[in-house]
């Protein structure tokens, strides 16, 4: 049962993790516009950094549940 819960978290934080480095390159894509207001492209890269540590926290914690999945 415990391997059960799991491999759901795994593909739970894989989903979350691929979710954060989309909004991570869509920020970096706005953070380099030269279109886009200075404050828009502040706040796009400030947003960037934190999805890049969000996108970090739900690999490590997929990779966890992968292996503890495994025993």
Do not use: C, F, P, W
């Amino acid at each position: 049962m415990e391997t059960i819960k799991n491999a759901a978290n795994y593909v739970s934080e894989t989903v979350q993790g691929a979710g954060a480095e989309a909004s991570k390159e869509a920020n970096k894509t706005v953070a380099k516009d030269s279109n886009a207001s200075l404050s828009s492209r502040a706040t796009a890269a400030k947003d960037a950094v934190i999805d890049k540590k969000d996108e970090t926290s739900h690999n490590t914690k997929a990779d966890v549940h992968k292996e503890a999945a495994k025993h």
